[in-house]
């Protein structure tokens, strides 16, 4: 009930960045405001470009160059505190290209191009950081998403499999 209070919301003008808090349930906000804390690795409050490169080195990508960074910052208005944090997720999943974002994501942690990550890198994430997954769901993911022979991850696939369904039955 809370999305559509704050579309009426936003519909009538009464705008401000205090609506994206009615958008999510208050665990949700709290999940959100973990992940914030975690990125912002100086605890200023503000999500900035030396941030990024330290949370990025923190997960192993050592090599993110400055362009891809500033392109990260350059997505929100403004300095990113976590109103616009919360803001900018909030516009996400209100189905703005929904495939891009989620590839623009799997491609930070791909930095030589190659379309696939090393299972045992993704497996990592997948289980040590913000909403973790089971060893249930990592299994379901193998099954749903086998690697190949060179254990690695085809992350297109995975992101057109999300924002599309699967295509055929297996």
């Not at 949700?28 to 200023?44: G, V």
């Not at 050592?62 to 500033?70: A, I, P, S």
């Amino acid at each position: 009930m809370a999305p559509k209070k704050a579309k009426r919301r936003a519909a009538a003008g009464d705008g401000g960045s205090s609506n994206v808090f009615s958008m999510f349930e208050q665990s949700q906000i709290q999940e959100y405001k973990e992940a914030f804390t975690i990125i912002d690795q100086n605890r200023d409050g503000i999500i900035s470009k030396d941030d990024l490169r330290d949370v990025l080195a923190s997960m192993g990508q050592l090599n993110v160059k400055n362009d891809e960074l500033e392109a990260m910052i350059k997505e929100a208005s403004g300095p990113i505190n976590f109103t616009v944090f919360l803001t900018m997720f909030g516009e996400k999943l209100k189905g703005a290209d929904p495939e891009d974002v989620i590839l623009s994501a799997f491609k930070v942690l791909d930095p030589e191009g190659t379309g696939s990550i090393k299972k045992e890198f993704l497996e990592e994430l997948l289980t040590t950081q913000c909403d973790r997954f089971s060893k249930e769901e990592i299994k379901n993911m193998w099954v749903a998403f086998p690697p190949d022979v060179a254990n690695n991850v085809d992350y297109k696939n995975i992101c057109y499999v999300i924002t599309h369904g699967e295509e055929k039955e297996e």
